[in-house]
């Protein structure tokens, strides 16, 4: 299986720009206080920077965050399954391949038309398997993207709280293959409180 992180960071960058650029350039109000000590998120204000632009490390954000690291876990475990019965499956078939080519050595079919018969019926089994594939990659294709979108409703969520006086104005994406940020002051980058803030509504809401 192909490592989430590309694909994830890609759907992390598109969905935070566009969120706080409609959002954060509006007119409406953010949340209040209220709001977020409800949602159980406490934010002190020594976590703001002056600036009203701050940055987040997806990439790094991914691997601090408890539960990505449970959906991805998930995908793992179903992935293995799913490799490991069509592996079973060709495996079976590659026996019946070679005591196909048994017989056909030993001239142990009887007429041309058996020996096409059955030759077709490997063949035929050969393509479902193929089939079995392409319906395995597109299941666990459809899982990682699942994974991703609900990942970044949460991450929206979270920003959300944290941001709920309207203090930013924009928050940017910075991972190892989509940069939005070519330079980042340290000061202005808020990946390890969001991190926390994800971990601890994640605690919460496993109890």
Do not use: W
């Amino acid at each position: 299986m192909k490592n989430l992180n590309p694909i994830l960071t890609i759907v992390l960058a598109v969905g935070l720009i566009l969120m706080y650029i409609l959002h954060f350039t509006s007119t409406g109000k953010g949340e209040s206080k209220s709001d977020v000590k409800a949602g159980k998120v406490h934010v002190s204000d020594s976590l703001f920077p002056s600036a009203p632009v701050a940055f987040i490390n997806t990439d790094t954000l991914v691997e601090g965050y408890e539960y990505a690291q449970v959906l991805k876990e998930k995908i793992k475990t179903k992935t293995t399954e799913l490799t490991g019965s069509l592996q079973h499956k060709y495996k079976k078939l590659e026996k019946e391949f070679k005591a196909f080519q048994d017989k056909v050595s030993r001239n142990g079919f009887l007429s041309e038309a058996t020996f096409e018969a059955a030759q077709k019926e490997l063949q035929e089994k050969q393509l479902e398997l193929q089939k079995i594939e392409m319906e395995m990659n597109n299941e666990i294709q459809e899982m990682q993207i699942d994974m991703q979108f609900e990942l970044l409703d949460t991450l929206n969520q979270c920003i959300k709280a944290f941001n709920y006086d309207n203090r930013y104005k924009l928050v940017l994406n910075k991972t190892n293959l989509t940069n939005l940020v070519l330079y980042g002051d340290p000061g202005v980058e808020i990946t390890d409180t969001i991190i926390n803030l994800l971990n601890v509504r994640y605690r919460k809401s496993v109890e």
